[in-house]
């Protein structure tokens, strides 16, 4: 476990925890706290959850299967009574009850010779923890480790796919999910060009030097078949979201796919050769292959009229958007919790999951779209924008747009 190191003018505050621990278990006298603070006060204390870990030893542990919290205390060496008093420890601060399996903890003995617990940290994240002092009663407060963010300008070309080019450069793994939800509008991820490019202007948060994931995204520009597409974030009393240089929102009122991450096997045509049937037919749709288990999402806000088990489609779902586009979504695996024709989903929504039911040789997902009641290419249509910025609030886009297009330039 990594250590920190504070700054004198910060002793103070460390001190603040110890006292507050000391003084709850009625072990010290104010003369000492003095005299232990002017001692700290000349040297360089290394601490860790308000802590002085320094003066301790320590020892890491995992939760079992079925350990409790009391066990694994009189497993490290609890006194009785602070056990008996766990036992019955009910704060808001944490549930005892509710450790799980797999969770970390830390337990940090006095050096003397004959070593006496004295704290045991219990870690529910790598940000939150529970401070747990134990003496001759049971004290235990919440301490959360500050975030650090920390603004970066990234940029990447795609030699395979977006997750390899992010895997490659050593970015944090969730800006490929980041990028593909900001463009999921406008960029067929399933049809990424060699040297399509990427820069984007975000947020990453550190827990002491770990990166545990990406804050705000605040600028990006994804050239794609050699177009440029900008994306701002702009939040005001009345929008919130990602918008073009002019100020039209990224977001339309269809998803460029009904899934993440997988690859077309089977384009749309009204001449192929049916790999069970062996027979010329058309195939009016776009195939997905992904592994069986993969969320299905709507494209767009909709009404279920259809849901069951449609021949060589296997499990179907078919929705309405409006008076013009119809979508389905063939040979799944299985629906959605609660999903029934009748249903209202939203745009993204998961509505099964990939599988290969009916006549299909393997998992995928066959999708397909009608406008006005005729098959179309689901890889052209065409999806208009959501409402723009209003016009009283594009003054104050436009300097945001400018102080960060440079970024990504």
């Known amino acids: 476990m990594k250590k920190q190191r504070i700054l004198k003018f910060q002793v103070v505050l460390i001190m603040a925890n110890v006292l507050f621990f000391v003084s709850a278990c009625g072990n010290t006298k104010n003369t000492e706290q003095e005299t232990e603070k002017e001692k700290l006060a000349d040297i360089e204390v290394v601490y860790e959850y308000g802590i002085p870990v320094d003066s301790f030893n320590s020892v890491e542990g995992v939760v079992g299967k079925g350990e409790t919290l009391s066990a694994i205390f009189g497993k490290m060496g609890c ?74 300008t990234s940029h990447a070309t795609i030699t395979t796919s977006l997750w390899d080019a992010i895997i490659t450069n050593n970015l944090h793994r969730q800006l490929a999910l980041e990028l593909s939800d900001i463009y999921a509008w406008s960029i067929d991820f399933f049809g990424l060009q060699k040297n399509d490019s990427f820069t984007v202007f975000y947020d990453e948060l550190y827990v002491d030097s770990l990166s545990i994931g990406i804050g705000k995204i605040h600028a990006a520009k994804f050239t794609h078949k050699g177009k440029p597409f900008l994306a701002f974030y702009f939040k005001n009393d009345s929008v ?68 069951g088990y449609k021949g060589g489609g296997g499990h179907t779902v078919k929705i309405r958007h409006n008076s013009v586009y119809t979508t389905a979504y063939l040979h799944l695996s299985r629906y959605a919790k609660n999903l029934k024709v009748g249903s209202h989903v939203s745009q993204g929504e998961v509505i099964g999951y990939v ?34 910025i209003p016009q009283n609030a594009l003054e104050e886009f436009f300097v945001l747009r400018d102080s960060l297009k440079q970024t990504v330039e």
């Open 79 to 152: 006194n009785g009574q602070v056990i008996h008093q766990l036992n019955d420890f009910s704060s808001e601060i944490f549930d005892v009850k509710r450790i799980k399996l797999g969770d970390k903890y830390t337990a940090y003995y006095t050096k003397d010779s004959i070593p006496t617990l004295t704290y045991v940290v219990y870690h529910q994240s790598v940000v939150d923890h529970v401070v747990f002092h134990v003496c001759d009663s049971l004290c235990a407060i919440r301490y959360q480790k500050p975030i650090r963010r920390e603004q970066k």
């Open 240 to 307: 919130n979201g990602f918008w073009d240089e002019e100020g039209n929102s990224l977001r339309k009122a269809f998803l460029k796919a009904p899934l993440k991450f997988s690859r077309i096997s089977s384009g749309f045509t009204y001449a192929r050769k049916h790999p069970i049937y062996k027979t010329v037919r058309p195939h009016t749709g776009v195939d997905y292959a992904a592994p069986t288990g993969t969320p299905v999402m709507s494209i767009g806000d909709g009404v279920v009229v259809q849901k």
């Open 355 to 388: 599988g290969s039911t009916g006549a299909s040789t393997g998992p995928h997902l066959d999708f397909r779209v009608w406008k006005n009641g005729s098959p179309i290419n689901p890889l052209t249509m065409e999806s208009p924008s959501v409402e723009p």
